[in-house]
C-alpha cells in the first residue's frame, strides 16, 4: 500500500511546528520548527532522513513565509515526498464548545475558529494565519482541523463550571476547556496497551509536561477532569505561565502598582512560572543544571512546580475513585527522571515507589514503568500529537 502522508501543521504565536508524517505508522519523514516570527532573526531548522539543517527567513516574516518556505524550499527539494502528500492536519488549541471532534476545514469551520479566538488569544489567530496560508500553498488539498480542546468535551458540569454567576457560561461562553487533548488521548490509549487492560476500563491520570503543562483524570478513555481552564494559563506551574493564582492578584497589581491590563496578562502568561520563580530560565533543562548547582531560585521553581504537580494529581483521584496508571509525557514528562521521582516520592501516600533504575532508562523517546511492581504503576510514555493529528484527517477523508 501507498504511504497516506499528512502535514501536520501546529501554529503557534511565534512559532511554526510541522512534520510530514505516516498516518499509518505515525514516522515523521520531514519535522521541523520555525521560530523568532515578527524578529530580525526569523529562522526554520528541520531534519530529513535524521540529518540536521537550518535556514533564515529573513528580517520580520512570520507564519506566511514558513509555510512558503516549507512548500517551495523544503518539499521543493524532495518531490517524492510532496507527491505522496494527502492531507493537512491542523493542531488548533481552541474550539470552545463547538467542536468536539476533528472535522475538515470549510468556511464555516474558519468561523467557528474565529469566534474562538477570544478564548485563546494566543493561539487560535496564528492557527487561523497557518490555515491561510496553506490553503493558498496547497488549494488542491483537503485540510483537518483537531482540536486540544475537543478531548475534554466529556467533562461533566462539576467539573468545568466556575463558581462564577452561572449566566457568564449561559451567555459568555466562560467556563473551563482544557486543552493538550490530543496528548492526552494518545497517551491514555498508549498506556491502556502497556498495562494490558481495555481503555474502557482504566482509570487513568495523565500529566503533559511541556512548556505548557496539564495533568487530566481520564476514566474509561473519557476526560473526566483536567488542570487547564478556559485558557491555557490555569492550573500547573509552566515554563511562563503562573498557572492557579489568586484573581485578586490581577485588581492588586492594576489598582496598586499601575500595571495596565495588558501588562498584567504578558506578565503572567510570559515572565511567570519556572522563569519568573527562578529568575533564570524557563528550561526545565537550565532549572535542573541551576538545581544541581545549588542556584536558589532554580531550586525553589522545581520544588513548587513538583509540588503544585503532586496536589493536581493526588486530587484527581477523586473523579477517578481508583488508578491503574499515573502517566508522564511531553519535554519534561518524558525526559527528567529528576521531577518524576520527586513527584512520586511527594504521592507517598498512595505507596508509589521509584525503581531508579527504570526511571532512569525511560529517557529521550523510551516508553517503560518507572516503578517498582511492589506498588501502583507509573509510565512513561513518549505523546505523539503529530501522528493523531495525521490519522484524524486520513480517517475523515476516508469517510
Ligand atoms: N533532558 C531533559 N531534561 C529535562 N527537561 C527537558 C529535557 N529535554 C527537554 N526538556 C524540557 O521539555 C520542555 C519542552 O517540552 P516540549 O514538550 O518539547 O514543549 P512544547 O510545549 O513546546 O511542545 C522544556 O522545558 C525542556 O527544557
Ligand atoms: C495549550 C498549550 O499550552 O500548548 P503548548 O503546550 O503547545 O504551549
Ligand atoms: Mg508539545
Redesign the pocket.
Known sequence: MSNKLVLVLNCGSSSLKFAIIDALTGDDQISGLAECFGLEDSRIKWKVDGKKQEASLGAFTAHREAVEYIVNKILGDHPQIAEQIHAIGHRIVHGGEKFTQSVIIDESVVQGIEDCAALAPLHNPAHLIGIRASQASFPELPQVAVFDTAFHQTMPEKAFIYALPYKLYRENAIRRYGMHGTSHLFVSREAAKAIGKDIADTNIICAHL???ASVTAIKGGKSVDTSMGMTPLEGLVM?TRCGDIDPSIIHHLVSRLGYTLDEVNNLMNKQSGLLGISELT?????I?EGYENGHKGATLALEIFCYRLAKYIASYTVPLGKLDALVFT???GE??DLIRAKVLNLLEIFNFEVDDERNKAA??GKQGQITTDNGPIALVIPTNEEWVIAEDAMSLLSK
Open positions: 511541556g512548556n505548557g515554563g524557563n528550561d526545565c533543562r537550565g535542573e511531553g519535554g519534561i525526559n527528567s529517557r529521550f
